[in-house]
């Protein structure tokens, strides 16, 4: 239970903290686009002053290959009680197509919330829910506990990363080469969702990712259709050939071996995932399509975090603006992203498509495939005391116990902190479903964003109520 | 024979000829984007002045509901000439990708021949051979005859139009209402191909076509591919596995009826086109292409000019700028064309086109097809004395007899001026196939411009030597 000191602090704290939030989230901090690299150093610079503003001390930033990092800590709570590191992500997915954005997404607009809310206001914004939102709920945490206490109840370490829309490079050469630094006994990462606003999610799997550019070449440049069509194989239509080889009508993956480090799932394991209250309508509700789709033998909770996919999350090639060319391209280009489960490698299912896009591609056009370094997936053990608190801390701010389930998408520093530092991750989320993630209009719920810095400041102080043992 | 009188004149008037032209090539006519309407007005007016400069009478500029026409005449031949009617176009392709132009499209730039040509300077400038350079052969012709010898063989009309790559629809409306203004007793267009610089083709057929927009949707808004991947249709993989289903293995289109009505070659006419000297390693070296593609009971020749096709001109969906976003788009794009031959219908072309687009479509996405007006495909007459006139022409000033063949691409206009005035075509083409019409670096070969004027006034001179028995 929180103090009414700490209670009072925060309420007369919410303005300023949102003001702050909204600050940050005005600097466009793209981490793709190169253009964008002076934002995405602002936006640590950034986070370092208000780290420092919050009570956090050693705070640096720190120059990498990419993006530069962000860390500090406050260690003081003494040796006998736990560390925490905090991990978090400041760059933000690009925001095309601006045309669908309500309002700009680099001018944080609050608006009363709409859907299946009641009450509270969200925050549209790039980056207001993945992830300066949800990262910046424990920096004010940290704020509320130093500001109101002098102290924390755990020691804590902060590593917040620039790069995670663009691969995490550099956090996942920084982890492994500096694991005394960053030393602690669990990691708290916010970047995953709740079910609804009144049910919290405790994410125990997130799928890896693989990504790959393909070009397609035929002519050596654009042709006149009418001069060369029918003895030309058109690179568009060539493209569309491959990549629709790539899936089955049941949305199978077509890749062979594409599915053999697949485990089939345990019936306990489908059982606890049947708990999970989403199904094809509240999908199609979601999404807006006209049908869902997917592998028949699995369900769509399945489909979207137990089960690997292939997506084609973009392509081009010819005449693509107003009027009308008739011409055949030279290339056609695709934009390829893998989900992976546990046990698929990265750099193998990468060899596996590659080799299969070169099988199918006939003579009469190229195939180029430039796969980038992916990241596996994750799955987190349940009996881990760390998870029980953190099912605690929502039970006591949010009064209903946490559901667990699997996700569809990816962090790809999990499995770095994992392998490099052996500690229980907790993946304690306060996005919804409908926070058009990576979409026009992204958005933050505010209601959790408050109640998500007393959840955090709960967790820290049933972590600090342990003594450890070592 | 040309009297030594015009040879001198054409010879002293090449340099200020080229100059008009490469000023009219600066005005950016593009008819499909909207933004260059003042450029493409501008074009016909430059029109309109040259044509007035060079002799022509009653030259007025055709407002429409498109983008205007250009009309001139000479009529004092006598009656007992033919009258001979000028068709070209002064509107142009787009000329994305613009990155790949060596010089700027509309900075008409003159360099050394390449390629398979000993001598002779090429025009780089988007429009220099399709159309305005060939358009202008004609204007050129009639000022030097009438600056030298004050009069025109034969009866002579222009009707110049500004909307060939957009469809032709206003002159499509305007030639069938004004049959009388037009009347005529053969019509004379450059806008098609020799072989080789010392190879003329007499081109007695040209492929009609059908084009449309098709956009794929599935979600109402992007999504965030690790959230919805599996469990939603992507609407790129949708659209790739729509359009690969439009063609088998072979190159045939698979669409339903789409060759019902095609007539299969005669063994006389499969005899002619083989006497076009173009195969494979031809393609191979104009195209640049890995290899050959499409029927194989058809020869290239055959599969360019008298089989019917279907391309994807341009296609896109999702995230196709620099970098990676892991996003599921809500729409996928494609701009499609059929190439047509005679008996072919467009308009029931397209309805096959859309019902098997419709039929092929899953319950998890919607499809919609925007067709545009096509126009059908044309074969001339080989008997007609024009053609035989046309044949003797290019032989006078090439030296060489002409080959006979069908044209991949379309003019619209010709089954207008065929079903309206019920006049003989003659297709008589000054461009090469290395020109890269529709393509970046679009040139003109110039020793083809002023043979070209050479060859015009050789034909209306042997059109003038007939009386007419009407």
Redesign the interface.
């Known amino acids: 239970m929180m103090s009414t000191q700490l209670q009072s602090y925060l309420t007369n704290a919410q303005t300023r903290q949102l003001d702050e939030l909204i600050a940050w989230l005005r600097i466009p901090s793209?981490s793709?686009?190169?253009a964008h690299q002076p934002d995405v150093l602002a936006a640590a610079q950034w986070l370092v002053e208000n780290m420092r503003q919050s009570g956090l001390e050693n705070v640096e930033l720190i120059e990498t290959e990419g993006h530069p990092l962000v860390y500090g800590d406050w260690l003081h709570a003494g040796t006998d009680k736990p560390t925490v590191l905090v991990y978090g992500h400041y760059d933000v997915?690009?925001v095309?197509?601006l045309a669908?954005w309500h309002t700009p997404p680099f001018e944080p607009t609050v608006r009363a919330g709409q859907g299946y809310r009641q009450e509270g206001d969200d925050l549209y914004a790039r980056g207001s829910s993945d992830d300066k939102g949800q990262t910046f709920i424990h920096v004010k945490a940290v704020e509320a506990l130093l500001q109101t206490t002098g102290a924390l109840p755990v020691n804590i370490k902060f590593l917040i990363e620039g790069e995670e829309?663009?691969?995490s490079q550099a956090i996942g050469l920084y982890v492994p080469a500096h694991v005394e630094q960053l030393a602690a006994d669990l990691c708290l990462i916010s970047d995953t969702?709740m079910l609804a606003p009144d049910q919290p999610v405790i994410t125990y799997g997130l799928?890896g990712?693989w990504?790959a550019e393909i070009t397609v070449t035929?002519?050596?440049?654009?042709?006149?259709?009418?001069?060369?069509?029918?003895?030309?194989?058109?690179p568009?239509?060539a493209?569309?050939?491959l990549?629709?080889?790539?899936?089955d009508?049941d949305?199978h993956v077509t890749v062979p071996g594409f599915y053999d480090q697949v485990p089939e799932l345990s019936d306990a394991e489908r059982a606890l995932l049947a708990n999970v209250p989403y199904d094809?309508a509240k999908?199609l509700a979601?999404?807006?399509?006209?049908?869902?789709?997917?592998?028949p033998a699995y369900t769509?909770v399945e489909?979207?975090g137990a089960?690997?996919?292939l997506?084609?999350?973009?392509?081009?090639?010819?005449?693509?603006?107003?009027?009308?060319?008739?011409?055949?391209?030279?290339q056609?280009?695709?934009?390829l992203?893998c989900?992976l489960v546990p046990n698929q490698d990265p750099a193998e299912i990468g060899q596996l498509v590659e080799a299969y896009l070169q099988q199918l591609a006939?003579?009469?056009?190229?195939v180029e495939v430039q796969g980038?370094p992916g990241s596996p997936a994750y799955t987190a053990s349940l009996a881990s005391p760390a998870i029980q608190w953190a099912a605690a801390a929502y039970q006591a701010v949010f009064g209903v116990a946490p559901i667990y389930k699997r996700?569809?998408?990816?962090i790809p520093i999990v499995n770095k902190f994992q392998a490099a530092l052996d500690i229980p991750i907790v993946l304690m989320g306060f996005g919804l479903?409908d926070d058009?993630?990576?979409?026009?209009?992204e958005k933050f719920y505010l209601p959790n964003f408050y109640k998500g810095i007393e959840t955090s400041i709960t967790f820290l102080q049933a972590c600090g109520a342990q003594t450890k043992t070592d």
């Open positions: 793209i793709t686009i190169s997915q690009p095309d197509p669908l829309e663009a691969g969702g799928r990712n990504t035929g002519p050596s440049q654009d042709l006149h259709s009418g001069v060369y069509g029918g003895a030309t194989h058109n568009n239509q493209l569309c050939e990549l629709a080889a790539l899936h009508k949305g094809e999908l979601d999404n807006g399509a006209p049908a869902a789709y997917g592998e769509v489909r979207i089960r690997p996919t997506e084609i999350n973009g392509m081009w090639g010819g005449f693509i603006t107003e009027g009308f060319k008739t011409v055949i391209p030279s056609a280009h695709a934009k992203s989900r006939p003579p009469t056009i190229k980038r996700e569809g998408g990816s479903p058009n993630l990576h979409a026009p209009n």
